[in-house]
């Protein structure tokens, strides 16, 4: 069975620049997530959708990530503009519906530079 | 206030020695536990996982405590090998949902 899949891996950007991540879900996994992890510390959920729909979305910083899941199955985290603490890496995990189990599966992470 | 903190930051141990990664956390609606192992350049995976209406839950060399009263939980890595070195993850959700990390521990396991 195929992993979670993201790209790119790396991102190296100039603050104000714009940036977006691609995560490709493991196959029939209706929910699925997008973490930041900065280094050295532990992964902060930004988003979860649920099929297309935004289940919780509390710790988004709105005014400048956004995240989209067409047609439930892939999805996008874009940045606009970047700022020099969005240097991080960005996880994205999947899973079955949390009602039957509860494991995520990550990804490798796009690790993002802003210079 | 969904926190859950981790300690130690970091950890050496020699090889068949036990590692041992403690965790507390805040909020009583969490009830599901899970570990997860990460690799330089690699995203977590789920290690062990526990809820809480069991005490402890062993696979292999693994095991978690849970104390419910305290709320506080805690890996045991028995028999510690070099291959275990990595980077080990709390974490805590309800229903099923977000997980709250915990800050993270890097065991380094010494042959």
């Known amino acids: 069975e195929a992993g979670v899949a993201q790209s790119p891996r790396y991102k190296i950007i100039e603050k104000r620049q714009s940036v977006a991540f691609w995560c490709n879900p493991i196959?029939?996994?209706?929910?699925l997530y997008w973490y930041q992890q900065i280094l050295g510390q532990g992964p902060k959920l930004l988003i979860q959708f649920q099929n297309n729909g935004v289940v919780d979305d509390s710790q988004l910083p709105k005014d400048r990530f956004s995240a989209e899941r067409l047609k439930g199955v892939d999805s996008t985290l874009k940045i606009q503009p970047a700022k020099l603490e969005d240097s991080a890496v960005y996880l994205c995990a999947s899973s079955l519906p949390p009602r039957n189990r509860h494991e995520q599966f990550f990804g490798p992470g796009t690790r993002l530079t802003v210079l | 206030q969904q926190q859950v903190k981790q300690s130690p930051q970091s950890l050496i141990v020699q090889k068949g020695g036990i590692s041992i990664i403690n965790c507390a956390y805040e909020?009583?609606?969490?009830?599901?536990f899970p570990w997860y192992q990460q690799f330089p350049g690699k995203g977590p995976a789920l290690l062990i996982a526990i809820r809480p209406d069991v005490s402890e839950k062993k696979e292999g060399r693994f095991t978690i405590s849970f104390n419910k009263s305290a709320k506080q939980f805690s890996l045991h890595i028995m028999d510690s090998q070099p291959g275990d070195s990595a980077t080990y993850f709390c974490a805590a959700s309800r229903a099923g949902n977000m997980l709250t990390f915990g800050g993270g521990t890097r065991l380094m396991v010494k042959p």
């Open positions: 196959s029939g996994h209706a929910t």
């Open positions: 909020n009583t609606a969490f009830d599901y």
